[in-house]
């Protein structure tokens, strides 16, 4: 089954304590992206990346980090988490390397830094 | 870069009245928009989606048109029903290594 396959789902922690939420795709999909959700502002791009060791800030980089040694993956770092980094992520992906293609979603992870 | 604004922030209709949400953009040469529907606790999934070489598309009772000179587009939903309650994202695109710009949301309440 074609997925974008995000974990954890909820992650619980504490200011400071470095995490990695991860993000995989079976699709073969060149693009892959990192959005934040929260409540009346929408889906903010974190990072996004339009292939394998290419990856570009979006809206709201500033505490997180992004790598995208290979196709498939695309994890999500908070090296020192903050409560303002309490949000809904979305891990995304889509085909042949550009933005104008359906964008396929991961569950979600619900992240709550205390 | 592109912004887009998408307005109402929330909307109640009647079930089976029509309801409609309208976005704007700034980027004249963004040419792909599409429309995501998430559902409570649910991922956003696309619904629709049209290019700037087409003025409108329909799927069933949903429908999308776009004004290029006015840089706005709207989805349409009519003989609404209680499933199409939800969050609807509008988002844009320009060609090239441009990332898809998402409005903030508008939560759609359709009132049995």
């Known amino acids: 089954e074609a997925q974008v396959t995000q974990n954890p789902r909820y992650l619980i922690t504490v200011t400071g304590k470095k995490l990695t939420v991860t993000c995989s795709q079976n699709?073969?999909?060149?693009?892959m992206s990192w959005y934040r959700q929260d409540p009346g502002l929408g889906l903010r791009q974190i990072y996004y990346s339009m292939n394998v060791e290419v990856t570009d800030k979006g809206d709201v980089p500033e505490g997180y980090k992004v790598s995208r040694k290979e196709k498939r993956n695309f994890p999500l770092i908070l090296e020192s988490p903050s409560p303002n980094q309490t949000s809904l992520y979305f891990c995304?992906?889509?085909?042949?390397?550009?933005?104008?293609?359906?964008?396929?979603f991961g569950s979600g992870t619900q992240l709550s830094v205390l | 870069g592109e912004n887009v604004e998408q307005h109402p922030s929330t909307l109640s209709v009647q079930e089976g009245d029509s309801a409609v949400i309208k976005c704007t953009y700034s980027d004249s040469a963004s040419n792909y928009f599409p429309w995501y529907k998430q559902e409570l606790g649910k991922r956003p999934q696309l619904i629709i989606d049209i290019r700037s070489n087409v003025g409108e598309k329909k799927d069933q009772r949903i429908a999308v048109t776009l004004n290029k000179t006015a840089k706005h587009f709207s989805l349409h939903i009519t003989e609404t029903q209680p499933e199409d309650s939800a969050v609807y994202f509008c988002?844009?695109?320009?060609?090239?290594?441009?990332?898809?710009?998402f409005g903030k949301g508008t939560r759609l309440s359709v009132i049995a």
């Open positions: 995304a992906s889509s085909s042949r390397g550009r933005t104008s293609e359906k964008l396929f």
């Open positions: 988002a844009a695109s320009a060609p090239g290594n441009t990332p898809l710009v």
């Open positions: 699709m073969n999909h060149e693009y």
